[in-house]
């Protein structure tokens, strides 16, 4: 599903030539813009495997980190609804 809009001012040679290109293929112009780009991105990809590569690496070493808070509990979000009422029991009793 396409849910972005990215726009360019190109020349109108260009534009032609797009639309022209397009035509021939029988596809719509989004259609061949598409492609083209998801081309050139798979180029660049193969070109340079090192950038995925160390990328997926640095998402690896970031997700064991992100949302963690030391504390000694690990399960402390699923009992966190019953430590609340306990707490707030409390301050009521008093």
Known sequence: MKTEVY?????SEAKM??????????????????????EWLEARRRE???????QARLHAAAGRCIGMIAGGRPRR?????????KRLARRHVR
């Open 17 to 38: 030539a797009l639309e022209d290109e397009a035509r021939r293929a029988g596809m719509t112009l989004s259609a061949l813009l598409d492609q083209v780009t998801e």
């Open 48 to 54: 340079a495997p090192g950038d995925v590569e160390a």
């Open 77 to 85: 979000a699923e009992t966190a609804r019953v430590a609340i009422r």
């Open 7 to 11: 726009s360019w001012r190109l020349s």
